[in-house]
């Protein structure tokens, strides 16, 4: 009898095939009921695993021994005859069917499902990046938002302020990849599976934790995940008294980095997370300080100033706050037009000082930048730009007012580049998704430009209508556009009544008659003689066509907003008001010309022998 033969014999050949077929059948079982518990994907990879194992025992099992009538028993202990092995066969071959016609349910019914979906469930456009998220590395990580468990319910600064500290201090460990302030946050309060969120923001892991403060008491739970199959690398709880709170942070951004294998050098090797200030009261003042200025509530600005100025008070070496406060002053002079040079005067001023006490600080010099080129310093106020990122390339909001800077003065390309570094930073920050998408607007791109626009105004973009307006015009839908433009131009005129932003709007995208009435509104505006005159007048000339007009009001001084006329000055449809003599003397008077005299003109434009630019 030769091999081939006493395999069959012994029934190994249709044990093998009822092994494998039976196998198969329990990984699609175990696929399709284990995520439905939210079991670990490791527990799937075990099973396959241990099946892959069994396979030699049971095909060697089928050699040695053989199910008879008296039960199982070594093969050599059978009595010789065919019958107990045929009867075996026919009980193998009977399973085996049985088996096949479940494996061609499980199969048939995948299909009829995979047919389904497209029809059933709809496919909802991705919510998170302008782009594919990046692969996740091991070394990446996502904060996210840690939940307030006080009592009160009324301590979320606090805990939103313990995980930014805890995100921008990781976020400077040389090669660790950290997802944005913005990006993280986007889910708070949402209950999103994990691992979703991991695959949105191309991380590997994800900190999430809670914070529960009850009079100086504070406890900090954190909870360390990986991303792909949502295991708990470890879970921790901190207690200890609010003097502590600098000591609690410490703690868990070691233990992520030591987890995480990063290497620790410097400073950092010492000290983790810098809060600036060993006072436990000035810092609570700065992280509520810090939540109104994160999001931009502009109505809350006056008290943002007054905590930085109490957590001063408490400490007046704490550098970080006089940096918090130089940016909320700089900001505040946009929507606070009778002070508006006061505010920059105040915000200079802390900003140096902040820079005097801690030269390492990044964001003074971004609150810098941005106060001179409101006041038309745009060289110093580019390069003060560039040494805030120089010092703190992680930081986005200076990458990101790096960027208006050179897009306002014309370097739309690099502008674009620093765009492209905030996104690469924090994928969700609505500004610099709504600049990006203009520029693609600008550059004839609609489709990738609508798609930014989108994500700007998912994001609470405030005046994203001014570009969306942009996009349905491309696309023919002028009543669409209209609408848009009033929602923009609403958040600028406020100086103007509530029927202008109608008015505004219905001249840009109506008729002869309409153009003339927003022509007529803006000059009663302009015969006052304001003070500082806002943005949107000379903007909504040149959205009018008025170019001659426009360039004469925007040459008088700087505006509350020069970014809104600056950037529409430079944009690519704005070519033919830059052809007429009125655009050089506005160079001249706004500081643009010296700037390019020292830097550079931009590509489209270049010097002629009078000195004067002249652009495309």
Same mark, same amino acid.
Not at 365 to 382: I, V, Y
């Given at each position: ?24 059948? !329990? ?38 021994? *053989? ?39 499980? &199969? ?44 009160? $319910? ?139 200025? &994160?999001?931009?509530?502009? &109505? ?9 100025? $109490? ?26 037009? *009778?002070?508006?040079?006061?505010? !920059? ?15 390492? !600080? ?9 106060? !001179? ?40 390309? $690099? ?100 153009? $003339? ?10 015969? &006052? ?88």
């Amino acid at each position: 009898m030769n091999f081939l033969s006493e395999l069959k014999r012994r029934n190994v050949i249709r044990m093998a095939g009822l092994y494998l077929v039976g196998a198969w059948l !329990l990984v699609q079982v175990a696929e399709t009921v284990l995520p439905v518990f939210d079991v670990p994907a490791w527990v799937l990879r075990g099973v396959i695993i241990a099946l892959a194992l069994g396979f030699v025992p049971a095909v060697v099992a089928a050699w040695v021994f *053989e199910l008879t009538p008296e039960g199982l028993r070594r093969e050599h202990a059978a009595d010789g005859s065919p019958a107990p092995m045929d009867r075996t066969a026919r009980r193998l071959d009977i399973v085996v069917i049985v088996l096949l016609l479940a494996v061609g349910g499980v &199969t048939l019914m995948g299909r009829m499902g995979q047919g389904e979906a497209p029809t059933a469930v709809p496919v909802a456009p991705p919510a998170v990046a302008p782009a594919e998220a990046p692969a996740a590395n091991d070394q990446s990580i996502a904060v996210l938002a840690f939940a307030d468990l006080s009592p009160g $319910q009324d301590q979320e600064y606090f805990s939103d302020g313990i995980a930014e500290e805890i995100l921008n201090s990781l976020a400077k460990v040389p090669g660790l990849r950290v997802a944005g302030r913005t990006s993280a946050f986007h889910y708070k309060g949402r209950d999103e599976d994990l691992r979703e969120i991991g695959t949105a923001l191309g991380v590997a892991h994800i900190l999430e934790g809670s914070v529960r403060q009850q009079g100086e008491r504070v406890r900090i739970t954190a909870q360390l995940i990986r991303s792909d199959d949502g295991f708990h690398v470890w879970s921790e709880t901190y207690d200890g008294e609010m003097s502590d709170v600098f000591a609690l942070q410490e703690r868990i951004a070691r233990a992520i980095t030591d987890e995480l294998k990063v290497v620790l050098s410097g400073q950092q090797a010492q000290q983790l997370v810098n809060t600036g200030t060993a006072n436990a009261e000035a810092y609570a003042k700065y992280l509520q300080a810090t939540a109104i200025f &994160t999001r931009r509530d502009s &109505t809350r600005y006056l008290e943002a100033r007054e905590l930085l100025e $109490q957590a001063i008070a408490l400490d007046p070496e704490f550098a970080r706050a006089w940096s918090r406060l130089a940016m909320v002053l700089v900001v505040s002079s946009n929507v606070q037009l *009778e002070e508006t040079e006061a505010l !920059l005067d105040a915000g200079i001023a802390a900003a140096q000082r902040a820079i005097a006490m801690d030269p390492s !600080l990044g964001e003074p010099h971004a609150a810098l930048g941005r106060a !001179l080129g409101q006041r038309w310093q745009h060289a110093e106020a580019l390069a003060a730009n560039d040494r805030a990122v120089a010092l703190d390339p992680g930081d986005v909001n200076s990458q990101f007012w790096l960027a208006v800077g050179l897009i306002n003065t014309g370097y739309r390309r $690099q502008g674009i580049d620093a765009l492209e570094a905030t996104l690469a930073l924090d994928p969700m920050l609505p500004n610099a998704l709504f600049w990006r998408g203009r520029e693609y607007l600008q550059a004839g791109d609609i489709e990738n430009g609508a798609r930014l626009i989108k994500l700007a105004d998912e994001g609470g973009h405030r005046f994203v209508g001014l570009q969306l307006s942009r996009v349905y015009e491309a696309r023919g839908d002028l009543a669409a556009a209209e609408a848009a433009s009033i929602v923009g131009l609403a958040y600028f005129s406020g100086a103007f009544g509530a029927e202008a932003p109608a008015i505004f709007a219905r001249g840009i995208h109506g008729g002869a008659q309409d153009r $003339q009435k927003a022509l007529a509104l803006l000059e009663t505006y302009v015969a &006052t003689r304001p003070k500082t005159l806002p943005g949107v007048v000379p903007y909504v000339f040149l959205r009018l066509g008025a170019y001659q007009r426009a360039l004469e009001v925007a040459s008088l001084g700087p505006t509350d907003n020069d970014s809104l006329v600056m950037s529409e000055l430079m944009g690519v449809d704005m070519a033919e008001s830059r052809r007429i003599p009125a655009f050089a003397e506005y160079l001249r008077r706004s500081g643009i010309a010296a700037l390019w005299d020292q830097r550079g003109a931009p590509d489209h434009c270049r010097k002629l022998d009078s000195g004067d630019y002249q652009c495309d």
